[in-house]
């Protein structure tokens, strides 16, 4: 207390004796008459301290107990989930929280303050330094990817962010896929370039193995590389190894998008919604926001780029064929995901073509299905109508099947099953009614249920009455429910003909 009630010229004095003309504490304390404590406090106070001596400091309205809680929620939630340092929640990420559950109205400036302040506390940041680099705007594209964690239906996976930024215009485009191999990078070339309107003449690269493969001191292109740059015509740039100076601007736009739309460890219900959020949040920036130099719309900028781009076609579908053994099940397994096929096939080996979302089954140039891919523990793809045949053969085994169990049906299917069991007896139901879900095959699913729904109001409940039903609709190209009420009044359509097929009165 004491100390702080000097005169400001006296405390610079008692330093001076101090340090410049080296004399004692004791002596000091004894010529000023302070006290020792007094004297030891003014020595040991910190130069940025003193700096700060004797200004004015407004009052902090704005940082209020619940904004600082909530900053200090979310430092915490990074330390307790182990977010990876490069999703941690940015300074804007926090403001735009505090905005929203504290009513914060202070200044983004004062909430990047008060994070710094709160992040030495917490000991998460190092200071960094940064090479100024530039670029002619749409003569290049930086492309490059990192991990990210998140969550994909509950399910927590490691995955990566892949970027294309267009250095000097602050323009970036990013899509998440769960696997970093030829198909991702082809995939997402192919995105985006369809994003930005065209082909960048220059595309730069770290030196990722899907690009490039070392042999000793020297490195050369994989053949996907060369057949990407070969595909769009475009020139490749690659880093040079163990550059830091040089990879870090490929790299910044990675860091930029993780830690503004990936901050935490965010949910999603699929990969699909992840990637139209994350294209959202790239739309948002371009329409919202400005050159941080020249204080211009990124809109302009992103009209500048496309000037420079090269026209392409869309529509190229990255990927690789691997020859795959068919087991018993009628499955093959693909990184630990099985994917079912006909009966015909088991015992054999099949040619499937993978791509990023894709797992396409061919017999020779024949397509025999076509399967999503899956990645998350526990998924497989085991369609029903593969297993259709065997399911007509061993009707005892339908209330067990894992495909039937897995199929998601209808209540109106659901309900023609039911009625079909009522009438026909469990085990005669069951088979016809896997014989009227082959009749899904050589109809279209507006055609089929169509049919069901139709079944289920004239009571044909029959596989033989769904399938007269399902005929005559396609003769007469009925495709919407507006028709139903017509063709049941209409001459044309004589029911007469089903019932007799089924021996079915009227109620």
Request: aromatic letters at 12%; charged letters at 30%; one cysteine or more.
């Amino acid at each position: 207390m004491e100390a702080r009630m000097l005169r400001m010229d006296e405390f610079n004095k008692i330093r001076k004796e101090f340090f410049t003309n080296q004399k004692s504490v004791y002596e000091i304390a004894k010529e000023y008459r302070r006290s020792w404590v007094t004297v030891s406090k003014i020595i040991k106070i910190p130069e940025h301290l003193i700096e700060a001596r004797g200004k004015r400091t407004k009052a902090n309205h704005v940082i209020t107990p619940e904004v600082n809680k909530k900053i200090h929620e979310l430092l915490e939630f990074e330390v307790l989930h182990r977010v990876p340092k490069k999703q941690r929640f940015t300074a804007k990420f926090i403001f735009k929280k505090v905005k929203e559950e504290c009513d914060y109205k202070g200044s983004a400036k004062r909430i990047r303050t008060i994070v710094a302040i709160a992040r030495r506390e917490f000991k998460t940041t190092k200071p960094k330094s940064f090479l100024e680099l530039d670029f002619e705007i749409g003569q290049y594209l930086q492309v490059d990817h990192g991990e990210v964690e998140l969550k994909i239906n509950g399910h927590q996976i490691i995955g990566y962010l892949f970027v294309g930024s267009v250095p000097g215009a602050v323009l970036r485009y990013c899509q998440f896929y769960p696997t970093k191999a030829s198909e991702s990078w082809g995939a997402f070339h192919e995105k985006c370039f369809q994003y930005f309107g065209g082909v960048f003449p220059n595309c730069t690269y770290d030196n990722d193995s899907v690009l490039k493969k070392n042999k000793g001191e020297k490195s050369e292109e994989t053949k996907f590389a060369i057949e990407l740059r070969t595909h769009y015509n475009f020139h490749s740039i690659y880093c040079n190894r163990a550059s830091g100076n040089e990879k870090g601007a490929v790299e910044n736009g990675v860091g930029f998008c993780r830690r503004n739309f990936l901050a935490g460890i965010q949910s999603f219900d699929s990969f699909e919604q992840l990637n139209i959020y994350l294209k959202d949040q790239g739309d948002e920036l371009l329409t919202s926001e400005e050159h941080y130099i020249s204080g211009k719309p990124l809109s302009e900028y992103l009209e500048i780029v496309k000037k420079n781009l090269s026209p392409f076609n869309p529509g190229r579908r990255w990927g690789r064929y691997e020859d795959l053994a068919v087991n018993k099940f009628q499955q093959f397994t693909y990184q630990d995901h099985a994917y079912s096929v006909p009966e015909r096939f088991v015992g054999s080996n099949i040619k499937a073509y993978i791509t990023s979302d894709r797992v396409t089954v061919y017999d020779g140039d024949a397509t025999i299905t076509d399967h999503p891919r899956k990645f998350l523990i526990g998924e497989d793809s085991i369609l029903l109508d593969h297993y259709l045949e065997q399911l007509s053969r061993k009707p005892t085994a339908i209330p067990f099947s894992k495909a039937m169990k897995n199929e998601n049906f209808n209540s109106s299917l659901l309900t023609f099953w039911d009625r079909l069991k009522n009438k026909h007896g469990e085990k005669e139901g069951n088979v016809q009614f896997v014989m009227t879900l082959m009749l899904k095959r050589t109809s279209s699913s507006e055609d089929f249920q169509f049919a069901i729904d139709m079944a289920l109001s004239c009571a044909a409940i029959s596989h033989d009455g769904a399938k007269s039903i399902l005929h005559q609709i396609q003769i007469e190209q009925v495709r919407t429910m507006e028709d139903y009420p017509t063709l049941l009044s209409d001459e044309q359509f004589n029911m007469n003909q089903y019932y007799e097929l089924q021996e079915v009165q009227l109620d």
